[in-house]
């Protein structure tokens, strides 16, 4: 199963929105409601930031919000904030129960 | 709270067997599917496989040859091993909660990551 594309890299402005996009296939992404978007900071272990497509865990800020369409899914962050400054990561329930992640998309904070 | 608590062998040799233990404590262990995934040294996220308390697994098709996840009910606990390592199996090692199957529904807890290096 290959992994999901996601751009390298993203950047804004504090205050601005960046998306990101995560992009599969019709045995992933496309086939399935179950991406999730994972934030990572650096020496860190992952910490899920979206659920199936659009929900948020409790207690992650309502700034960062997740959509999908066709085989590619988004996350956007809106009011950029230092602390936003880290790598993300998609995943997706692929066919015969496997899970697929995104390359990763590191996104700075200008 | 529910917290994972893993470790293992932080240096092997190639050929060697990789063998890793995540406890969890605070939680429900019965429910839920635990998973490994690993993240080679400035790469992404790869999963590696999931257990459910009931013994039932799931592997990514890549590694499947390779490796063997299985759970202790008793002591709330799961491992992962993984055969016949080479340099490319050098990373951080973590495991992880979901509520579905085949992280459908998010991993939502993690454990603190392994580091493990193979080199002879």
């Known amino acids: 199963q290959s992994a999901l594309t996601q751009p390298p890299s993203a950047s804004g402005s504090p205050g601005q929105s960046v998306t990101i996009s995560c992009t599969g296939t019709?045995?992933?992404?496309?086939?399935?409601?179950?991406v999730s978007w994972y934030q990572q900071h650096p020496g860190k272990a992952p910490k899920l930031m979206i659920s199936e497509v659009s929900k948020r865990p409790s207690g992650v800020p309502d700034r960062f919000s997740g959509s999908k369409s066709g085989n590619t899914a988004s996350l956007t962050v809106s009011g950029l904030q230092a602390e936003d400054e880290a790598d993300y990561y998609c995943?997706?329930?692929?066919?015969?129960?496997?899970?697929?992640f995104g390359g990763g998309t590191k996104v700075t904070v200008l | 709270q529910v917290q994972l608590q893993q470790w293992g062998a932080g240096l092997l040799k190639p050929s060697e067997t990789l063998s890793l233990t995540c406890a969890v404590y605070g939680g429900s262990f019965s429910g839920y599917y635990w998973s490994w995934i690993r993240q080679p040294p400035g790469k992404g996220l790869e999963w590696i496989g999931e257990?459910?308390?009931?013994?039932?697994?799931n592997y990514n098709p890549s590694l499947k040859s390779r490796v063997t996840i299985s759970v202790d009910t008793s002591k709330n606990q799961f491992s992962v091993k993984l055969s016949s390592v080479t340099a490319a199996d050098t990373a951080v090692y973590y495991c992880?909660?979901?509520?579905?199957?085949?992280?459908?529904?998010?991993?939502?807890?993690w454990g603190q990551g392994t580091t493990v290096t193979v080199s002879s």
């Open positions: 992880a909660r979901g509520e579905h199957s085949s992280g459908a529904y998010g991993m939502d807890v």
């Open positions: 019709s045995s992933d992404v496309g086939g399935y409601n179950y």
């Open positions: 257990i459910n308390h009931s013994g039932s697994n």
């Open positions: 995943s997706s329930y692929a066919v015969s129960n496997n899970v697929v």
